[in-house]
C-alpha cells in the first residue's frame, strides 16, 4: 500500500488557480545557470588552507559533545572515519532525510557563521555580476555508511517542489572526498525537464512516481549521476536539475554543505509569494529565509 511518505504531501500547494498559473510563469521562465554559464551546472574551487571548513566541523563536533577528541584521534583525525567514532543511534535519519547530527549543525559557533560569509563573499559572489543574497542557515549534512532508517527508495526532488522559487541557485560542497553512493545524484535539466513533462508538471506526481514508479525511477538513475568531488570544490546547479540522496554503501562518511543564492534582483522577478512548505512557512525572502545584507 502506497503511503504519504517523503515528499509526497509536503510538496507545494496553490493556494487558487491564478496562483498555480503566476507559479508556471515562474517555473517555465528562462535558465539563469544556462544564460549565464551557457550550461546547467558549474564547478569551481577554492583554497582550503584559507577557507577551511573542515577544522571548524571538527572543533564543532567535539565543542558539540557529539564526538570525543581522543576518539578522533584514533581514527587518523579524518572525518570520513566518522561513523567508527560514533555511536549508532545518532546516525538514524528521520523522514525528511536528517540525522541529529545534522540537525544540530542548524545551530553553529560563530567562527563557522563566520566563515560560512566569508566563502559567500570571497569565492561565489566574485561568479556573479550581481550581489547575492544568501541562505541564512546553511544545511550541513553527515551522512553515514548504510544509515539506519533509509527505508525508501533514492528519492529525486527538485527544491522548487518543496516551495523554493525557481530563481534560486543550489550551490553544494564537500568537506570529505564524496563518490558513488556517499555522494548526491545530479540530473541534468534537459533530463530532468522530461522527468517533469512524464509528471504533466504536477509534483504530486513526480513524488510519488520517483517513490513507486520502477521505469520512472530507473529512467532518472540512468540518466543522473553520483557527484565524484573534493573537498575544495564546489558545483553551482540550476534548481530544476533533479537529485537526491542515496543509501550510502561505501565504508566512508560523506560530509557536505547544501545552501541557496539568490541574485539580488530576482526577489523582484517573483510572480507569487514563496514560503517553505513546512510548518514554519518561512518566506524566501531577505530577512527570513535569505540573508538581509547582498554580498
Ligand atoms: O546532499 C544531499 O544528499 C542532498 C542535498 C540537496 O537536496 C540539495 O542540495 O538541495
Ligand atoms: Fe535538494
Partial sequence: MKVNKGHMGSTIEFISSEDKSLFYKDFNAKSQMLEIFNKCNYMGNYDTSVINFEELIVSELISKKIVSEKIFNQYDKNLENLHLCLNDDIK?????????????????????????????????????????????????????????????KDRYHTDIMLGHPPYEFNVWLPFTKVFDSNSMRLTPLNDSVKAYKMCDNNFEILAEKCQYDENFISYLRSKSSPLAMEFGEFIIFDPKCLHC???????????????????????????????????????????????????
Avoid: C
Fill in 92 to 152: 538514524i535519519l528521520d523522514e525528511s532525510e536528517q540525522n541529529s547530527i545534522s540537525v544540530s549543525f542548524y545551530q553553529t559557533s560563530e567562527v563557522i557563521q563566520k566563515m560560512y560569509t566569508k566563502f559567500i563573499r570571497e569565492i561565489i559572489s566574485p561568479i556573479f555580476q550581481e550581489k547575492i543574497h544568501y541562505q541564512v542557515v546553511p544545511t550541513f549534512r553527515f551522512h553515514f555508511p548504510s544509515q539506519k532508517g533509509y527505508n525508501w
Fill in 245 to 295: 540522496t542515496q543509501y550510502n554503501t561505501t565504508d566512508k562518511t560523506r560530509i557536505s554543505m547544501d545552501i541557496r543564492i539568490m541574485l539580488e534582483n530576482n526577489f523582484t522577478k517573483y510572480s507569487r509569494e514563496y514560503k517553505t512548505t513546512g510548518r514554519k512557512k518561512m518566506p524566501f525572502t531577505p530577512g527570513h529565509y535569505f540573508s538581509t545584507e547582498a554580498l
